[in-house]
């Protein structure tokens, strides 16, 4: 079997960036999941990462829960800072008449800084919407690349799970092989079991012609399980061929793997010997052990 992209659901990402006075690291963790489901936890004022998150992850994944979360920090001290001259100038309006009676002192220019709302500081991102845009679009970079090295570690996890579910697929083949050499024999059981089942009713009496048929048609029934051996052989070739192919294959594999079951269970109840039915059980469990594997897979 060639190589395959096969991608798992569990992995981790990290990025970190800076700009101006900023600082983040983003983390990208992800673990099973029926479908696609991006969650983003970012600082407050960094809304617009969401749509960005959403579509990067969307862009990469099928299937998984995915959390996003982005950690920034702003050296201290930096930012705008602004004098508020219009309180300014209404502190210098309150205090005049109190200057002209000479009831204060001239106020020196650090004590008028130092009343209250004169000075005022601004985040650097608030105060300036280009420099915030380019933060988002840093920022968003460094999810990207989060994204990227989350999808590197899901297909290393797939590269490992890979050579476990090709084992399991080869050992259903086997059993499956086995059943087939298995049924070579059912025709005769069942021709016996035929001969038996009419020696019974024809010791009742003569019995009617319509129920010889219809006896042969039941036992027939239950003997043939060369369908259900076609089924499964189909279905183990297109297990193959999703494991070795491209693309996201989870939800395929789901799928198949109730196929797979439907016709073990099927050639359990059609078995006319203790021998096919342990294969069939055998192919149960096989089976179950291959769907439980198949539910890490993206």
């Excluded at 992209?5 to 999941?33: I, K, P, Q, Y």
């Excluded at 010997?273 to 469990?285: E, P, Q, R, Y």
């Amino acid at each position: 079997m060639s190589p395959s992209a096969l991608s798992g659901m569990t992995g981790f990402g990290r990025a970190d960036g800076a700009l101006g006075a900023w600082t983040w690291a983003v983390e990208a963790r992800s673990v099973n999941g029926r479908n696609l489901d991006a969650k983003l936890r970012s600082p407050p004022g960094f809304e617009g990462l969401d749509r960005i998150a959403r579509e990067a992850a969307q862009a990469r994944f099928a299937r998984g829960q995915i959390t996003i979360g982005v950690q920034a920090k702003r050296a201290e001290g930096a930012g705008n800072v602004r004098i508020n001259t219009e309180l300014l100038d209404r502190y210098l309006a309150v205090g005049e008449p109190y200057l002209l009676r000479g009831q204060a002192l001239t106020a020196t220019l650090d004590g008028l800084l130092s009343l209250r709302g004169v000075i005022e500081a601004g985040e650097e991102s608030d105060a300036d919407p280009e420099m915030q845009e380019k933060l988002l679009a840093a920022m968003g970079a460094s999810i990207e690349a989060a994204l990227d090295a989350l999808k590197v570690s899901r297909l290393g996890e797939g590269a490992a799970l890979a050579p476990v579910l090709e084992g399991l697929v080869d050992q259903i083949a086997q059993r499956a092989a086995a059943a087939e050499g298995e049924a070579q024999t059912h025709s005769v059981l069942i021709r016996e079991r035929f001969e038996r089942r009419m020696a019974e009713l024809l010791g009742e009496g003569v019995l009617p012609q319509e129920r010889i048929v219809q006896e042969a048609a039941v036992l027939a029934g239950r003997a043939d399980v060369r369908e259900e051996l076609d089924r499964l052989a189909a279905h183990i070739a297109a297990a193959r061929a999703l494991l070795s192919g491209d693309g996201p294959a989870g939800r395929k594999l789901d799928f198949l793997m109730q196929e797979f079951m439907r016709e073990a269970n099927t050639l359990c109840s059609k078995s006319a010997s203790s021998a096919l039915t342990a294969i069939g059980l055998d192919l149960k469990a096989l089976i179950e052990q291959l769907r439980e594997q198949v539910q890490n897979v993206e």
